[in-house]
């Protein structure tokens, strides 16, 4: 028998491993929520303690680009290691007997966080390009079964996720539908310019008497990173007439407050990696209604239902959907839990953007309000960032001469008289700098003394070697 890691963190064994139909759907018990509502805390963690449960970071590397990748801390690998032994010793039983209740307890957890109204709501998938396939194929059956028309169209914005547009280009124009594209307007100083795009962009899907079928909105986007207004563009897609709204929340749960009733989408992701300590990957898809989802890969559990069909889609390793009592158990250790470490993120990233832009003379991309725990930081237009190459060729540069894990935005100038400047001309490069827990102020510092140095030593982008 393989001895499990002790760790009085783990429960690797929910208690309902039983209370499961013969038809292999589950119910949650009072005793489930109960569990994930209240997850038992060790006491607060000490600073000691972050740096030991994070000790497994390359050192001497300033990482500001938690976005990108997550970070997932050494309890909840402990964790993860846990179940995946726990299947190792006796699959069959792990199986028919504590799969799906695992699964489930995560998702009831999930629910209690996001205020779903049922867990049935709530499917772990593996990542938010996971779930833009599942609603961007039910669009696709749409199209393809004649219920919507040629000129009916999807609404986005410009910087949506890559992932998310290839989606639409692979299910959905080749059907007839078509794709409205909203300007995000950047730097940004206020939600109303965004309102406002977006008002044009469906007034443009309406031509020639089309209709937006769905809209997809971030929650916080990518590059540039925004938090946009959600429930305001959501609140007039209704009032618009737009069919469905997908908002992709890929950076928002562990950065941003999430109540999906509130937010009033017909789908929302999350990825649980990110933000939310999970290991690679899970992610959690809202679904405010059932009919006609499925995920993309199917197995034996195809028409169960989303949550069934996501807890199998074949043999593979679950454990990443079953760390979730484990994660409360970790952010209930810090001041305030996840909603504590948010504002701290939040007003440390907005610090350390603060003092960077005061240090280079630039700009931030966004007003404090509209970040979370990532703020873009204009750099100096010395530096010359005049394409996306030289956007990579600085991110490079970065991480080979200087270990610092950053990523680095190209904006084109608008010609107008927004575009913003510093005293050396304008400002078309941004950092997108993230705070986590295991952050510290001199990471910040490294990356504002390596961009001076280049300044110092007369460089641009265009001097750059190319990694
Ligand atoms: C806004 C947004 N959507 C979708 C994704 C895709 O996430 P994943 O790679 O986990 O599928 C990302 C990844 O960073 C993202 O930032």
């Known amino acids: 028998m393989i001895a499990l890691p002790q760790n009085p963190n783990i429960h690797p064994n929910p208690t309902m491993d039983n209370d499961h139909h013969p038809n292999g759907t589950v119910e949650p018990t009072d005793h489930d929520h109960r569990t994930s509502k209240k997850p038992k805390l060790t006491g607060p963690i000490s600073e000691p303690e972050i740096r030991e449960e994070f000790s497994h970071h390359q050192p001497c590397i300033a990482r500001i680009n938690n976005g990108s990748f997550g970070s997932c801390p050494r309890s909840i690998l ?133 209709r937006v079928r769905l809209a997809i909105i971030d929650h916080i986007t990518s590059m540039p990173s925004v938090v946009l207004p959600v429930r305001e563009l959501i609140r007039i897609c209704r009032e618009q007439g737009v069919d469905q709204v997908f908002v992709d929340g890929a950076h928002s749960i562990g950065s941003l407050h999430v109540d999906v009733k509130e937010i009033g989408a017909d789908f929302y992701v999350s990825n649980l990696y990110k933000w939310f300590f999970s290991p690679p990957s899970v992610a959690f898809m809202y679904c405010k209604e059932s009919n006609d989802v499925h995920h993309p890969v199917v197995s034996q559990e195809y028409g169960k239902g989303l949550p069934v069909e996501s807890g199998w889609v074949g043999m593979r390793d679950y454990s990443p959907q079953l760390v979730v009592p484990a994660i409360l158990e970790f952010v209930n250790r810090f001041e305030g839990g996840i909603e504590g470490i948010m504002r701290r993120n939040h007003e440390g990233v907005v610090k350390m953007g603060t003092m960077l832009v005061e240090s280079w003379g630039t ?71 993230s705070q986590q827990v295991y952050n510290t102020v001199d990471d910040y510092h490294r990356l504002k003394t390596a961009i001076n140095q280049l300044l110092e030593d007369k460089k641009n982008c265009s001097g750059l070697p190319k990694e």
């Open 78 to 210: 402990a964790a993860q290691n846990a179940w995946q032994l726990r299947f190792l010793q006796q699959p069959d039983d792990f199986f028919f007997n504590t799969l799906r209740n695992g699964i489930l307890h995560s998702r009831a957890a999930i629910k209690d966080i996001v205020n779903a109204d049922h867990v049935d709501q709530i499917s772990l998938v593996d990542n938010a390009t996971t779930a833009a396939a599942i609603v961007l194929q039910k669009i696709g059956r749409r199209f393809a079964s004649g219920n919507f028309r040629q000129n009916d169209a999807v609404i986005i914005f410009h910087c949506a996720y890559q992932a998310v547009k290839k989606s639409i280009e692979a299910y959905v124009t080749p059907l007839g539908g078509s794709v409205v594209e909203v300007q995000l307007p950047f730097p940004v100083h206020s939600d109303e310019g965004i309102i406002s795009e977006f008002r044009k962009g469906l007034e443009r899907g309406k031509l020639n008497g089309g």
């Open 363 to 433: 700009v931030l991309g966004s007003p404090p309000e509209m970040c979370a725990s990532m703020v873009m930081v204009g750099l100096p237009s010395r530096l010359c960032v005049m394409s996306d190459d030289d956007a990579l060729r600085l991110r490079s540069y970065l991480r080979v001469h200087h270990g610092i894990e950053v990523p680095v935005y190209y904006q084109a100038l608008r010609n107008c008289d927004s575009d913003p400047r510093d005293k050396d001309g304008f400002i078309t490069g941004y950092v997108r700098i």
